[in-house]
């Protein structure tokens, strides 16, 4: 008996020390008792050490944020080479007067002029919701980044669909090796200009400056700033890196599977 109440005894103290050593650093004391300045990244670091609040679905947590590592870091820099390289075949383009242009587009200047209701209306910026849910996912509820991704497929689909209609016109079926190529050329590129590089690059700028601003002394801005700072500029982002991306996606189709598809459509004598 006497051996158990020495251990609860020498448990209670080392459990009591430890309370007292988290409460020290979570006060912005350290253990000798010298004051050192309480960052925001403190409360994500100890924050199991603090009491436990429910998290609000309309704001940001930011305990939940990633801390800034090598790896966050890498991927930052690849969707800036991205748009570094994008950047620079469009400033060639413009100098050039080049526009990027399908294997089945008519090559006699006949194309028509008629309103694309995908590209030419509003309705083109449907294709950018999943880009908007992203610069808004640290104070949204997740369902709502999911929703935007959905509103940015079915935009897609429609608009591939589209695309490979109007191929479709002047030869009987949709299923014709022309038009067929044409859905899914439109789908490629949609899916990587509008969904993958796009929102990647947001998505990684939004976490990275969510994790930075956690290493700003306590106190040191509003939270209501800090909340949506994050969002914000990811929101500034869309209209620059957009261009660019999509230039980047052309000259990656231009080069994979367009140069494919011209390869087969001359080969059934769909092209002169």
Not at 42 to 66: G, I
Not at 67 to 83: K, Y
Not at 89 to 105: L, N, S, T
């Amino acid at each position: 008996m006497k051996a158990v109440l020495a251990a609860k005894l020498v448990s209670s103290a080392f459990l009591g020390a430890l309370t007292r050593k988290h409460l020290f650093v979570h006060d912005g004391f350290s253990p000798l008792g010298v004051q050192r300045v309480h960052t925001r990244r403190d409360t994500v670091r100890n924050d199991h050490y603090a009491p436990r609040r429910r998290p609000s679905k309309m704001f940001m947590v930011h305990e939940t944020l990633a801390e800034v590592t090598p790896a966050l870091l890498a991927q930052l820099a690849g969707c800036a080479v991205l748009v570094g390289t994008g950047k620079v075949f469009q400033q060639k383009e413009e100098e050039e007067g080049i526009e990027p242009v399908a294997p089945w587009a008519p090559k006699d200047g006949t194309e028509t002029k008629d309103i694309d209701l995908y590209r030419d209306t509003a309705v083109r910026y449907f294709g950018y919701a999943n880009e908007v849910g992203e610069a808004f996912r640290p104070v949204v509820p997740t369902i709502l980044v999911t929703f935007s991704y959905t509103v940015a497929f079915v935009y897609i689909l429609a608009d591939s669909y589209s695309q490979g209609t109007k191929v479709a016109d002047p030869i009987s079926g949709v299923w014709k090796k022309p038009s067929f190529l044409a859905g899914v050329d439109s789908l490629l590129f949609q899916i990587m200009a509008s969904v993958i590089f796009p929102s990647f690059a947001i998505n990684r700028w939004v976490t990275f400056l969510g994790a930075a601003l956690t290493y700003l002394p306590e106190g040191e801005l509003p939270v209501q700033v800090l909340d949506y700072f994050p969002t914000a500029t990811g929101l500034l982002l869309i209209p620059v890196i957009c261009g660019p991306l999509d230039i980047l996606t052309h000259r990656i189709l231009d080069n994979s599977f367009r140069s494919v598809s011209e390869t087969i459509l001359r080969k059934e004598r769909f092209l002169e």
